[in-house]
């Protein structure tokens, strides 16, 4: 028997992969990017770069109303789409993205039992009603208030010092949700805005997200077919 080559397995295997998912794939007849199309490292380098939200603008602006965006994966701007998805019934979720980690419990978000999520959504519902909204409205003022304030005093700065003003909004805006958030649901502020930074915890939950949405191939019992 010849010596075994892992590299050769390798990279004809992955020759092979790619040659499946763009031709015989299920979804092989709709159009996207050649490279994301065969392997979902595509995907992974787009979403790491940040780039993730205008590329998929641009192949929709190439391809058309539906992109295949990885090899299992299909990005929809239709309308109509939403309406099939998150219409009156909803496709299932998919346990590769939501599934409760072991020996923790259900939660709203990460819940694929649809029993479980239709009860807890009945018992938070009524806390986004147009009534409670409203008596948070001079809460919610009070931090709209502070980011505005926050923003002058960047751009006055930027102003003495002959410095053309630049604002990295979504920084500030995220500092605002989370500010909020954090008030309205737990008693206290993170004080993002007050201190012009981001939080601890907060940090810690953009590094998970992004290395959670990155590497979506790899959970627990993942499909071995998502690697590529």
């Known amino acids: 028997m010849k010596n075994f080559n892992c590299a050769d397995f390798v990279h004809q295997y992955s020759i092979l992969q790619a040659i499946y998912n763009l031709y015989f794939h299920p979804l092989a007849r709709y159009k996207g ?4 199309c065969a392997y979902r490292v595509g995907f992974v380098i787009s979403l790491l770069r940040g780039n993730f939200v205008a590329d ?3 192949f929709h602006e190439k391809y058309g109303d539906i992109v295949r965006i990885a090899p299992n994966e299909l990005s929809f701007a239709k309308e109509e789409a939403w309406h099939d998805i998150f219409g009156t019934k909803p496709f299932p979720k998919n346990p590769t993205f939501f599934k409760t980690p072991e020996g923790q419990t259900e939660s709203m978000i ?3 039992n649809d029993a479980d999520n239709a009860r807890m959504r ?3 519902a009524p806390a986004f009603t147009e009534k409670a ?7 919610i003022q009070s931090y709209i208030d502070l980011l505005m304030k926050k923003l002058e005093v960047m751009v006055d700065d930027s102003e003495k010092n002959g410095r053309d003003p630049v604002v990295d909004v979504v920084k500030w805006f995220n500092f605002f949700t989370f500010d909020l958030i954090g008030d309205l649901a737990f008693g206290e502020s993170f004080g993002c805005l007050e201190n012009t930074t981001y939080h601890p915890w907060v940090s810690t939950i953009f590094f998970f997200l992004k290395g959670r949405l990155a590497w979506p191939p790899f959970p ?8 590529y």
């Open 33 to 36: 990017p050649p490279f994301m």
């Open 110 to 112: 990460i819940t694929t």
């Open 133 to 139: 909204m409203v008596k948070q409205e001079s809460h």
């Open 56 to 58: 998929v603008k641009t």
């Open 220 to 227: 627990p019992r993942a499909p071995t077919d998502m690697i």
């Open 122 to 124: 009945k018992l938070l």
